[in-house]
């Protein structure tokens, strides 16, 4: 299994809060990701990151911001937290990229619930 | 821009019965990369297949079979003689060739296999 950890497993806070996600890998793979599982939906694409510093917005970036400054952590922070962001957050890391014959490694996952 | 239909939302079979899983794709991109991952009750996401554009044969592995036709946007799953084991929710997903390189997920198929 590919060495992905996500923490916390699990958090509940109150709307309004920031909360910060983390994502650890230690794989030294160069794509990491973050993604939001609801019903329905799916896992749609928050942001990610192709390298330190470098990173870009998915589909469902309003209210995240990410940050990477080392290759092994990717951070997810959600400025203030609103229901609609409760959610299953997933991480996930690719070594170069899905065009090198790669697969997409996920997380645990966190469980995240704003009240 | 990119999607992926999953039209069946749930699917509830008996044990040892066929069952196949239907997934529809869009995409402009003449090189693109279609996956399968499989959401047991644990929550966490294993990565089932990867087949690449211009890759249309079809490929089985034990009990599963993927079917991948270019001409209807389809790439199928098939599961024979199902077991319990096998319930769980099944993502199908596109990945553009360039660029992020990150996966559009359908919304999923629920798999109930029953005893």
């Known amino acids: 299994d590919a060495g992905i950890t996500q923490s916390p497993r699990h958090k509940v806070t109150e709307t309004g809060t920031p909360v910060t996600l983390r994502c650890h890998q230690t794989e030294n793979h160069r794509y990491m990701y973050w993604y939001r599982q609801d019903p329905g939906h799916g896992l749609r694409l928050i942001h990610y990151s192709y390298g330190v510093k470098d990173t870009d917005k998915g589909e469902v970036s309003d209210g995240y911001s990410v940050s990477r400054s080392k290759t092994e952590d990717f951070l997810l922070t959600l400025e203030s937290a609103t229901s609609s962001q409760t959610s299953v957050y997933f991480c996930a890391i690719s070594e170069g990229g899905i065009s090198l014959n790669e697969k997409l490694f996920f997380g645990s996952g966190t469980q995240l619930s704003v009240l | ?115």
């Open chain 2, 1 to 115: 821009a990119q999607k992926v239909t999953q039209a069946q939302t749930e699917i509830s079979v008996v044990e040892k019965e066929d069952v196949t899983l239907d997934c529809v794709y869009e995409t402009r991109d003449t090189t693109y990369y279609l996956f399968w991952y499989k959401q047991p009750p644990s929550g966490e996401l294993v990565f089932l297949i990867r087949r690449n554009s211009f890759d249309e044969q079809n490929e089985i592995s034990g009990r599963y079979s993927w079917n991948f036709q270019k001409s209807t946007s389809s790439f199928n799953f098939t599961i024979t003689a199902s077991q319990v084991v096998d319930s769980a929710v099944y993502f199908c997903a596109l990945s553009e060739a360039t660029g992020r390189r990150a996966l559009t997920f359908g919304s999923g198929t629920r798999l109930q296999v029953q005893p």
